[in-house]
């Protein structure tokens, strides 16, 4: 009865305790219901696109994990989702119905559209924050829409990165691919760093047959580096039909924005199939835990709640998009205990067609947002003039899966995988710097950036026939074949055939129905500007001028122009002048003195040196000049003989010396008449020459050369003839013992190859003429065409040899002096 009396007393106490508490508890609850002040978020995407489907679960899980975490806020996001169906104005109108309905604090949008801009300019009516999940192409600054925020990496980020694997890869140029609208468009403005050879640009509504003739176009081309910039669907598109028409094999490069490897994963297993090999770009979201178990949760949730989900992987805007709506709530709790009068506020504008309300406190939430500052499951969450832009980002690959193959970041350019933590090094676009790459072809051989893809080159040579050493076109009139052969044509076939890949080619002679040329050598470079000959191959000079229209290789021949002149001399008293008048008289008594010592010696000895006076004086004359042809007598004395030998040595180096001044001599006078009041025929490729003529002529054979220099200028010829080295080379093999030439200034570039404007083949062609010059293999073509051994002088024709004078011997005269005195004492 006790036990039974005390239960029920038990039971009646709990009772009354639980009467007294509920209601307080209630009315706790309802306390805090009512304080709790609801932030209006208006969420605008595409329901039906990847992006919109993973953001719209990440914002869900973002609200639900952050008020989990913090229950005791004082306010709460509410989200008011919306569908645009991926339509600009659709996206505006559904903006509009929501600031009508509610009075919304920010406008989030998971679209990267031509809206976004038009929502900019929206929420700086309206006064509050526009967060686009995408960098608007359009690179909308902070300065000009100030209540605009915008996640993810801006076009000059891009463009950077694009340049620095450009420049990794030594690749010369590239061609861009790009979608044609606003949000992919601006890159075109923002490529710095390397050259496009082209862009083509496709709309989301081209059809397969379209984009299969824009992909034959860049096909006809000589580049194989491609650079897409779109959205995924039109990309997917893209590489299936590039992978029908085999430009997703070897020698192609591929390089995809972030725009693409960002769904990478989530592409269909067809089109990911048709993109291995390619090199993308996607920002780096560092590995840790807190990701990691988001993904989980993630994926644990979606595909029990969307079977659509199931085949999509979390990527970026799913993760940034969750880091946003917590630096959202964040700033709107600050907003409401900093100033929570603002929040209440609230005003109507009229925006002509509709009348919407908006909240005073926009300015306010804008500026807390933008001070949101901790550790997402992003990284370090940290917005910059209006922009969160990822610090760093991945270098991926696609073979099998993507992998990371480096990074790149604005300050240390690209770095290796192995410096993830620490990118201290200098700044390097060394490809050195990536894992190995995969290529398309499953290779990984670097492709060269070109390819001649088995195309013939149609190449025209000259038809001239006056040098033929040099280039000869030569019709066959039995078999109807064109064989053109020379020196030029000759040394391209070693540098073709030296190049690590095959070159085919025709020569195709500039010629018209009489067989004559078809022009000037103008007119024939014109002919490669105007796509009408891929290159040309002759005697073709190297001008400033031409350079406007085409690119040359190096010379393949002597720079400058020469003067050949008939080897003549109208002075009879030249033979004097190459020593002085004091140096003729010192070698002339030097050589009566030299006598004179001998003959005092070899008089006692030797009969030679006896007789009368008379042929004692002629023996002195006759000895010391005879060893100018060294036919003296022998002396008997070792004294004389001692004299002799010093004596001989120095008439030696004298006679040595006046001959090569009087060559250099009688060579400049040659020039000197020729280049006075006489005729000159010059080449018609050079120009500005420096010598005055009276009138100048064009280049004609060699056989009319000689015969012009033959008749000379008051005859109706020439009294010189002035033209390129290699010509002059040529004239002289076939006449070296008449004529002579002077080397003159480098006032061209000699004979190059000529290719259009920026021809990868330029410098292979280029790099295999050095290779011929320094393995010698070219002067021995120069010797097998030219077979030349004429002198050839590089003496400026407008100045005269220095005349030898005393103080050139100064030194001989002084030893032959001190040797013949001692030998008398």
Not at 241 to 248: D, E, V
Not at 470 to 492: A, E, K, R, W, Y
């Amino acid at each position: 009865m006790d036990f039974a009396r005390k239960a029920k007393w038990t039971f009646f106490v709990v009772t009354t305790l639980f009467s007294l508490v509920q209601p307080l508890s209630t009315n706790h609850a309802s306390i805090n219901d009512t304080a709790i002040e609801m932030i209006h978020v208006g969420l605008i995407l595409d329901a039906q696109s990847w992006v919109g489907k993973i953001v719209d679960s990440c914002i869900s899980m973002a609200i639900s994990d952050f008020y989990s975490r913090n229950c005791h806020y004082q306010t709460k996001l509410v989200v008011h989702t919306r569908d645009s169906g991926g339509d600009p104005l659709l996206l505006l109108s559904q903006a509009l119905v929501l600031l009508e309905n509610f009075k919304l604090d920010a406008i989030i949008v998971a679209e990267n559209s031509a809206g976004v801009k038009i929502l900019a300019e929206l929420g700086s009516r309206v006064k509050i924050p526009i967060i686009s999940l995408f960098a608007a192409g359009l690179s909308l600054s902070s300065f000009e829409y100030p209540h605009l925020i915008q996640i993810g990496e801006d076009e000059s980020s891009r463009a950077k990165a694009i340049a620095a694997i450009v420049e990794a890869f030594s690749w010369r140029s590239a061609i861009l691919i790009y979608e044609d609208n606003d949000s992919a468009r601006p890159i075109l403005s923002s490529v710095t760093g390397f050259r496009l050879d082209q862009h083509v640009a496709l709309l989301t509504s081209s059809t397969d047959e379209e984009i299969v003739e824009q992909l034959m176009k860049l096909m006809s081309l000589q580049m194989t580096v491609y650079v897409v910039h779109m959205s995924p669907i039109l990309a997917s598109r893209l590489f299936l039909n590039a992978k029908q028409l085999g430009m997703m094999t070897q020698g192609y490069a591929w390089i995809t924005t972030d725009m693409i490897t960002n769904f990478m994963n989530s592409m269909d297993p067809s089109v990911f199939e048709s993109m291995q090999g390619v090199v993308g770009f996607k920002p780096h979201i560092p590995a840790s835990k807190e990701l990691r178990r988001f993904a989980i949760r993630w994926r644990s949730k979606n595909l029990n709640e969307n079977k659509n989900l199931e085949e999509m992987e979390m990527n970026v805007y799913g993760i940034w998009s969750y880091d946003m709506v917590w630096a959202v709530a964040t700033a709107a709790e600050r907003v409401m205990t900093r100033h929570p009068h603002i929040l209440h506020q609230e005003t109507r504008l009229n925006m002509n067609f509709t009348t919407i309300r908006s909240s005073e406190s926009g300015l306010v939430f804008m500026d807390e947002i933008l001070q949101s500052r901790f550790k997402g499951i992003s990284g370090g969450f940290q917005l910059t003039n209006g922009r969160l832009i990822p610090k760093e980002i991945e270098i991926v690959n696609v073979f099998k899966g993507d992998r990371i193959i480096g990074y790149w970041n604005p300050e240390n350019g690209i770095a290796s995988i192995m410096k993830e933590e620490n990118h201290t090094e200098t700044n390097s676009t060394s490809s050195s710097k990536l894992e190995g790459v995969i290529w398309p072809g499953g290779t990984m051989n670097i492709p060269k950036g070109w390819s001649l893809r088995g195309k013939r080159l149609r190449i025209g040579v000259p038809v001239t026939n006056q040098f033929r050493e040099l280039i000869s076109v030569v019709h066959d009139p039995q078999t109807n074949d064109i064989i053109v052969t020379g020196f030029c044509v000759d040394v391209f076939k070693e540098a073709v055939q030296s190049l690590d890949y095959e070159v085919h080619y025709d020569f195709i002679p500039f010629e018209d129905a009489n067989g004559r040329m078809a022009g000037s050598y103008d007119d024939l470079i014109l002919q490669v500007y105007h796509k009408n000959y891929d290159a040309v191959v002759g005697d073709v000079t190297i001008i400033s001028r031409r350079f406007a229209y085409v690119d040359f290789t190096l010379p393949f021949t002597d720079l400058g122009i020469g003067v050949v002149v008939p080897k003549i001399n109208n002075d009879i008293w030249v033979f004097l002048k190459p020593l002085c008048g004091d140096l003729w008289i010192t070698v002339a008594a030097f050589f009566i003195f030299t006598g004179v010592v001998i003959w005092f010696i070899e008089r006692p000895i030797n009969e030679e040196f006896q007789g009368s006076p008379s042929e004692q004086i002629g023996m002195i004359f006759w000895y010391s000049f005879s060893t100018l042809v060294f036919s003296h007598e022998k002396p008997l004395s070792n004294l004389s003989k001692f004299v002799v030998i010093i004596w001989m040595f120095v008439v030696l180096i004298i006679t040595s010396s006046y001959t090569a001044t009087l060559a250099s001599m009688l060579t400049v006078k040659q020039i000197q008449l020729s280049s006075r009041d006489n005729d000159v025929w010059v080449s018609s490729d050079i120009s500005n020459f420096t010598f005055e003529t009276r009138r100048r002529r064009t280049n004609h054979s060699p056989e009319e050369y000689a015969d012009a220099l033959r008749r000379g200028s008051k005859n109706g010829g020439v009294s010189s003839i002035i033209d390129e080295i290699p010509n002059l080379k040529v004239f002289l093999a076939k006449y070296p013992s008449d004529y002579t030439m002077i080397k003159s200034k480098a006032i061209t570039g000699g004979f190059g190859f000529v290719f259009p404007k920026r021809s990868p083949l330029v410098q292979d062609i280029s790099s295999a003429i050095m290779r011929l010059r320094e393995e010698k293999r070219l002067e021995m073509m120069e010797n097998k065409w030219f077979n030349s051994e004429s002198s050839f002088t590089t003496l400026d024709p407008e100045s005269n040899p220095n005349r030898l004078n005393i103080h050139s011997f100064g030194g001989l005269f002084l030893v032959t002096g001190i040797s013949s005195i001692s030998a008398l004492g």
